[in-house]
C-alpha cells in the first residue's frame, strides 16, 4: 500500500469541505469527528436552541408527575430542559423514579442515564414509528408524557392516543433561526475557496431553516455539493424541500453519519 492510498484509507474526507449546520452547542462531536478524517469543516449554524415561550405546561407536569406511568424523551435537548425544569421547582429525579422511560437514540438514553433514571425502552430504529412500535402494547389506559420541542412531529401523540393511551405533550424548549445564519451561509455558498463539498443535516430542523435562509439565492449554487442526512426522516425533509440526499446514515446518530460520509468517499 503507497503512502497516498494509506493517507485516502486514513483520511477518507481529506479533500472535503463540510459544511456542519447543527446548533453551536451540539457541533462540536460532529466537526470534532470529521476533521479526524481529514475534513475541513465550515460551522454555520442554522438552528438555535432556546427555552418554550412558556414553561406552564411542563412545569404542571412535572409537579403532577405521579399522574404517569409513561415518561418519554425524544431528544438530548428535552432531556437537559426536563432535570433544568425540576431543579427550578425544587424537585429531584426521585419524583420520576416510578415512571417508565422510553427513549430515543442511545445519546436520549445516555443523557437520562446520567441523570441517574433507568430507560425501559430505546428502540432500534430512533425515530418517531419505532417509538410508537415500542409502546403500542404498553400504553392502553395509561397516562403517556410526552417532553419535545415546541415544533414537532406529532406521530407520537396521535398514534398512542389510538392505542388507548392519554398522552400530555410538553414543550421543553424551541428551534430558532440564529441571526447571524443568512449572511454567513450566503457568504460560504458564493465564495467559491469556502464554498463546501458537503452539507450535513442532523434534523429536519436543520433542513428547513436551511432552505429558508437560502432565500431568493439561486439553487445552482448547490449543484455538485454532496447532501448528507442523519436519517430517514430528515431525507425526507429534504426531498420534500426540493433537495436530492446522497448520503444517509444507516444508524441515526453523529456517528453514523460521520461513517456514511467515510463509506462514501471512500468509493467516491
Same mark, same amino acid.
Given at each position: 500500500?503507497?503512502?497516498?492510498?494509506?493517507?485516502?484509507? $486514513?483520511?477518507?474526507?481529506?479533500?472535503?469541505?463540510?459544511?456542519?449546520?447543527?446548533? @453551536?452547542?451540539?457541533?462540536?462531536?460532529?466537526?470534532?469527528? $470529521?476533521?479526524?478524517?481529514?475534513?475541513?469543516?465550515?460551522?454555520?449554524?442554522?438552528?438555535?436552541?432556546?427555552?418554550?415561550?412558556?414553561?406552564?405546561? &411542563?412545569?404542571?407536569?412535572?409537579?403532577?408527575?405521579?399522574?404517569?406511568?409513561? $415518561?418519554?424523551?425524544?431528544?438530548? !435537548?428535552?432531556?437537559?430542559? *426536563?432535570?433544568?425544569?425540576? =431543579?427550578?421547582?425544587?424537585?429531584?429525579?426521585?419524583?420520576? =423514579?416510578?415512571?417508565?422511560?422510553?427513549?430515543?437514540?442511545?445519546?436520549?438514553?445516555?443523557?437520562?442515564?446520567?441523570?441517574?433514571?433507568?430507560?425501559?425502552?430505546? %428502540?432500534?430504529?430512533?425515530?418517531? =414509528?419505532?417509538?410508537?412500535?415500542? &409502546?403500542?402494547?404498553?400504553?392502553?389506559?395509561?397516562?403517556?408524557? *410526552?417532553?419535545?420541542?415546541?415544533?414537532?412531529? /406529532?406521530?407520537? %401523540?396521535?398514534?398512542? @392516543?389510538?392505542?388507548?393511551?392519554?398522552?400530555?405533550?410538553?414543550?421543553?424548549?424551541?428551534? &430558532?433561526?440564529? %441571526?447571524?445564519?443568512?449572511?454567513?451561509?450566503?457568504?460560504?455558498?458564493? /465564495?467559491?475557496?469556502?464554498?463546501?463539498?458537503?452539507?450535513?443535516?442532523?434534523?429536519?430542523?436543520?433542513?428547513? !431553516?436551511?432552505?429558508? $435562509?437560502?432565500? !431568493?439565492?439561486?439553487?445552482? &449554487?448547490? /449543484?455538485?455539493?454532496?447532501?448528507?442526512?442523519?436519517? %430517514?426522516?430528515?431525507?425526507?425533509?429534504?426531498?420534500? *424541500?426540493?433537495?436530492?440526499?446522497?448520503?444517509?446514515?444507516?444508524?441515526?446518530?453523529?456517528?453514523?453519519?460521520?461513517?456514511?460520509?467515510?463509506?462514501?468517499?471512500?468509493?467516491?
Amino acid at each position: 500500500m503507497t503512502a497516498t492510498t494509506r493517507s485516502a484509507a $486514513l483520511k477518507p474526507l481529506r479533500a472535503q469541505r463540510v459544511l456542519v449546520t447543527r446548533a @453551536r452547542k451540539q457541533a462540536g462531536e460532529l466537526a470534532s469527528a $470529521l476533521r479526524q478524517l481529514g475534513a475541513t469543516v465550515l460551522e454555520v449554524p442554522v438552528i438555535e436552541i432556546c427555552p418554550p415561550q412558556s414553561f406552564r405546561r &411542563l412545569d404542571r407536569a412535572l409537579r403532577h408527575a405521579g399522574d404517569y406511568q409513561w $415518561l418519554i424523551l425524544t431528544s438530548v !435537548n428535552g432531556v437537559q430542559a *426536563l432535570f433544568s425544569r425540576l =431543579e427550578k421547582l425544587g424537585l429531584t429525579k426521585s419524583h420520576l =423514579e416510578h415512571l417508565r422511560i422510553a427513549a430515543i437514540g442511545p445519546a436520549t438514553r445516555a443523557e437520562i442515564e446520567q441523570a441517574g433514571l433507568a430507560v425501559s425502552v430505546t %428502540p432500534k430504529k430512533y425515530v418517531a =414509528e419505532a417509538v410508537v412500535d415500542a &409502546l403500542r402494547g404498553e400504553v392502553r389506559g395509561k397516562r403517556v408524557l *410526552l417532553v419535545r420541542a415546541r415544533v414537532a412531529r /406529532d406521530v407520537i %401523540p396521535q398514534e398512542l @392516543r389510538l392505542a388507548g393511551a392519554t398522552v400530555e405533550v410538553a414543550e421543553a424548549y424551541q428551534t &430558532l433561526v440564529p %441571526p447571524p445564519a443568512r449572511g454567513r451561509l450566503r457568504q460560504v455558498l458564493t /465564495d467559491m475557496r469556502q464554498r463546501p463539498t458537503t452539507i450535513t443535516f442532523t434534523s429536519s430542523s436543520t433542513a428547513r !431553516n436551511f432552505v429558508g $435562509l437560502l432565500g !431568493n439565492l439561486r439553487r445552482d &449554487l448547490l /449543484d455538485g455539493i454532496t447532501m448528507a442526512s442523519i436519517g %430517514p426522516v430528515t431525507s425526507s425533509t429534504l426531498r420534500e *424541500l426540493g433537495l436530492p440526499t446522497h448520503v444517509e446514515a444507516r444508524e441515526y446518530t453523529v456517528a453514523g453519519l460521520v461513517e456514511a460520509l467515510a463509506e462514501y468517499f471512500s468509493r467516491t
